[in-house]
């Protein structure tokens, strides 16, 4: 269900869930995080009513939920589209072109100052690092990676999720960038590797730095 701006969120199985939530810290203000989640799960973004919601739950001020609000990007702040396409401009995307690829992509999709196509389909944004350095340059659509871009490939990529949908696309064509796999009870008996151990250690010492 999409919400309008004006209208309550924290009401009925929402408002018991926050309480549930609040009920976890010692302090409640504890539970802004959380609730500024719930918040964006449930309208889309992080509305100004809804922060005033939070704050009356909290009992703190409104300007303190948008301090902590505006700090993180994973908060938004105004309407976005179906998806969130953001795209890795930090420094090793940018060596292999990212900048192209995010003019091309805003060129390509018509997109004007508030990023977001017309359709409402894609929003865009530039991020910091996307951790994914070994796949240059590389983009997210909510949160999904895919890497080894160029701005052809993107734009045929984004037009594939317009037509089929994420989910179909990343099976097909996505990036895992999972974390490691927990160790293995044997991997865990044998212990750390010594320290100088490494294969660093090692070329240094050739090198004659150890």
Known sequence: MTLNASDKVFVKERLERAREIMLRYPDSRSALLPLLHELQDAAGYVTQSGMREIADLLGITPAEVLGTASFYTMFKLEPIGDHLVSVCTSLSCQLYGADVLYRNLLAHFAVANKKTTA?????????????ACGG??????????????DPE?????????RNRGLSIVHE????????????????VSKGPAPVGSGPLSETAREEGHG
């Not at 983009?139 to 999904?144: A, F, H, S």
């Not at 490939?153 to 999720?161: F, N, R, S």
């Not at 996505?174 to 796999?181: D, K, R, Y």
């Open 119 to 131: 359709d409402g389909v894609f929003t865009f944004e530039e991020v910091e690092c996307a951790a």
């Open 136 to 149: 240059a340059p590389c983009l997210q659509i909510d949160y999904k990676y895919f890497e080894f871009l």
């Open 153 to 161: 490939k993107a734009v045929e990529l984004l037009e594939d999720v």
């Open 172 to 187: 097909e064509r996505g990036s895992v960038n999972a974390p490691l796999p927990p160790l293995t009870p044997e991997e």
